[in-house]
Structures are given as structure tokens and as C-alpha cells.
């Protein structure tokens, strides 16, 4: 565990990916002010989150291939 805080930010970013997955699953509707928000944008968001989350996991435990 050399990178403590790489581990933290994989893990908000997993924790992210699984709130958006709940939202498209449950298709809750967020409302910011007036607007809503559409639900292309969880998509959009746990794929961002959940790759972000991957390769920041495979940061910390030393398997890039670069």
C-alpha cells in the first residue's frame, strides 16, 4: 500500500460510479435549481467514474504497462 491517498481517490471515484449506477437503475430524477438533469449524464458520469476509478486501482498497486 505505497499510495495511500491513490487508494482514497479510487475509492470516491468507485463510490461516484455506484451512485450513478443506482440513479440510472432507479431513474431518480435530479433537479438542480430548475433544470433536470437528463440521464445520459449518469451515463456519461459512471463511465468517467468507473474508468477513472480503474486505472487510478491499477496506479496504486504498481500495474501500469507504460
Same mark, same amino acid.
Given at each position: 500500500?505505497?499510495?495511500?491517498?491513490?487508494?482514497?481517490?479510487?475509492?470516491?471515484?468507485?463510490?461516484? $460510479? =455506484?451512485?450513478?449506477?443506482?440513479?440510472?437503475?432507479?431513474?431518480?430524477? =435530479?433537479?438542480?435549481?430548475?433544470?433536470?438533469?437528463?440521464?445520459?449524464?449518469? =451515463?456519461?458520469?459512471?463511465? =468517467?467514474? $468507473?474508468?477513472?476509478?480503474?486505472?487510478?486501482?491499477?496506479?496504486?498497486?504498481?500495474?501500469?504497462?507504460?
Amino acid at each position: 500500500m505505497n499510495r495511500p491517498f491513490t487508494w482514497i481517490a479510487s475509492g470516491i471515484f468507485g463510490i461516484m $460510479a =455506484v451512485g450513478h449506477a443506482y440513479r440510472l437503475i432507479k431513474h431518480d430524477p =435530479v433537479v438542480l435549481g430548475s433544470h433536470a438533469v437528463p440521464q445520459w449524464a449518469s =451515463v456519461a458520469g459512471f463511465i =468517467v467514474a $468507473a474508468i477513472m476509478s480503474w486505472m487510478l486501482l491499477r496506479e496504486a498497486r504498481g500495474t501500469t504497462s507504460a
